[in-house]
């Protein structure tokens, strides 16, 4: 019997109170998501929305860019994503390998940062990093958000990486090296392909972590403005276009998600 | 033969430097050197001096403080305690469904629901819940309608709402590591259980649950933690009655200015939830704390 059929046989008693629990779970779940995606289309008498339905419009969408400032705050968040993303995997891949490959002095402390910096709560982090700015005298804005935000980044990415690289052993690097190559083309050729899939999860995880965050951001942010601060300073009521916005990343971000479990799918045949 | 032999052992060091440098520089350096911009006195005009004012810590937590700080530390522990209990309760089954009664095809996808609010900005997820829950929202409407609400019924500014909102933001954390180590889980287990007469239900306590431990301790380091210290959820779900340590930390900073008093707060609130985790790892007991990440 394989394990997947072991498997199946204990799920072979129906049951209908777990998924009972799932679907209404995902029912919670969709709540906000649902309104969201409908309010984008409703007609805002002040430009904020309201819960009247006062008519399908598309005019949001086609006025992304009326609201001032939102446009901008969304790409700033955008390029400090990208960017705070590729920096971390260019700093955070060595360091991975370093810590998965190498014994050596200081890894366990360096493991420890890494144990800490990922559970430190936001607001100690965004609180501390002011107080550091502060203390030597760098003016905020977007510089200090994209060094604070490689800064959680690189944790991120360096335990995602590492937990790949462990699985997937060093057989077939030992193999080429015994085959002749030199260290450098063999990374290149052998670990990074092997890596893939580790790679573009980590960048992406980086990416969401980024665009994401305001409590950090709201410390170091200075007088820039990125896309969740320009929506948390929205109190007095969320301009329609805002959730165009939303809207717009979350189809996006489920048409990746379904690209790439059809790539998955399909590789693993 | 040498110089071959100290580049070989240079090697971790030179992969590990930058990565490390940054974290060091630009984490580790501005958590420590927190504690001592707390013990600073001063003011934003003239400018903070480090005087050891050990004195503050006394001054804010202490019995005679003039803003409750305390009050806002434990009414934080307690909101965060209660939604990571929600969120276990729930998320439990949830990853358990996942990991054993849905056929192997349907379980990315229907991992992905669970994962989907994370699609949507954090603070937009939020907002739209105080949209619904607010007094002109679709649910007081009707409730009010069936008249079972009274005019001055309401659901936001509850610690209810609060803590509603902090599952609901953290819940995906807790289901991703509680289904990853439920996953791991070798089926033979529950065979060897049920060869030796144990019944589904002594099977799942004497098995299943110790087995899945560790997950249970990674979801709550990640949804305790920042849910302790997170500002948003009562600003936008809830009032005066819910102000908490995070919205304190975020105001005496942003708003008065006073940096001293923020990074007193922020070490407390450090070493708190210090305690109280290593204070459940230890009763608990849970496996090498690397295993955790």
């Known amino acids: 019997m394989t394990i997947e059929e072991r498997r199946a046989r204990i799920g072979r008693r129906p049951g209908f109170v777990l998924p009972a629990i799932y679907w209404v779970v995902i029912a919670v779940t969709l ?13 805002a008498p002040n430009h904020r929305i309201t819960f009247v339905w006062h008519g399908f419009t598309l005019a949001y969408y086609l006025h992304l860019t009326d609201l001032s400032g939102l446009w901008q705050a969304f790409l700033v968040s955008v390029v400090i994503a990208v960017l705070s993303a590729l920096i971390s995997l260019v700093i955070g891949l060595p360091l991975a390998l370093a810590l998965d490959r190498y014994r050596f002095r200081g890894r366990s402390l360096i493991w420890g940062i890494v144990f800490v910096d990922i559970s430190a709560p936001s607001i100690v982090v965004g609180a501390a990093s002011l107080s550091f700015f502060l203390t030597i005298n760098l003016h905020t804005g977007f510089l200090t958000i994209l060094l604070v935000h490689v800064a959680f980044n690189v944790a991120y990415v360096v335990v995602t990486l590492r937990s790949r690289l ?6 077939l690097e030992e193999a080429a090296s015994d085959l002749g190559a030199r260290p450098i083309p063999a990374f290149f050729t052998i670990t990074v392909p092997l890596l893939m899939p580790g790679i573009v999860a980590s960048f992406m995880l980086a990416l969401t972590m980024s665009i994401d965050d305001y409590v950090i951001t709201s410390f170091v942010a200075g007088s820039s403005t990125t896309f969740p601060l320009f929506v948390y300073g929205a109190k007095t009521g969320m301009p329609p276009q805002v959730l165009c916005f939303g809207t717009i990343i979350f189809v996006a971000g489920a048409l990746l998600a379904l690209a790439n479990g059809a790539l998955n799918r399909k590789s693993s045949f | 033969m040498r110089l071959r032999r100290w580049r070989r052992m240079s090697v971790p060091y030179a992969l590990a430097l930058l990565g490390s440098a940054w974290m060091i520089v630009l984490f580790l350096i501005p958590l420590i050197s927190q504690l001592s911009v707390s013990l600073m006195t001063g003011d934003p005009e003239q400018g903070y001096n480090l005087t050891w004012n050990f004195g503050i810590y006394a001054e804010l937590f202490g019995p005679g403080a003039a803003v409750p700080y305390a009050l806002f530390l434990g009414r934080a522990l307690l909101f965060g305690g209660a939604a990571t209990l929600i969120t276990i309760l729930v998320g439990y089954p949830v990853a358990y469904f996942l990991a054993f009664r849905v056929p192997r095809r349907w379980k990315t996808p229907l991992l992905s629901l669970v994962v989907m609010s994370l699609l949507v900005s954090f603070i937009i997820r939020t907002y739209m819940w105080g949209f619904i829950l607010g007094g002109h929202g679709p649910i007081l409407t009707w409730l009010r309608a069936l008249h079972l609400a009274g005019p001055d019924f309401h659901i936001l500014d509850t610690a209810g709402a609060v803590i509603g909102g902090l599952a609901y933001n953290s819940f995906p954390y807790m289901v991703l590591p509680i289904y990853a180590v ?27 649950l110790p087995l899945s431990r560790a997950g249970i301790f990674s979801g709550i380091l990640l949804v305790f933690i920042d849910s302790v210290g997170d500002p948003v959820n009562s600003q936008l779900l809830g009032g005066k009655t819910t102000y908490m340590i995070g919205q304190a930390i975020q105001d005496s900073y942003l708003i008065q200015q006073q940096y001293n008093v923020a990074s007193a707060l922020s070490a407390v609130l450090m070493l708190a939830l210090g305690v109280i985790l290593f204070a459940y790892a230890r009763f608990f007991g849970t496996e090498n704390i690397e295993d955790l990440v």
């Open chain 2, 182 to 208: 439920l996953e791991r889980i070798d089926p033979r287990t529950f065979e060897a259980a049920a060869d030796l007469y144990a019944s589904p239900r002594v099977g799942f306590f004497r098995t299943t």
């Open chain 1, 166 to 171: 462990s699985g997937m052993g060093t057989v």
């Open chain 1, 31 to 43: 709540v906000p998501i649902v309104a969201m995606i409908a309010y984008s289309f409703n007609i």
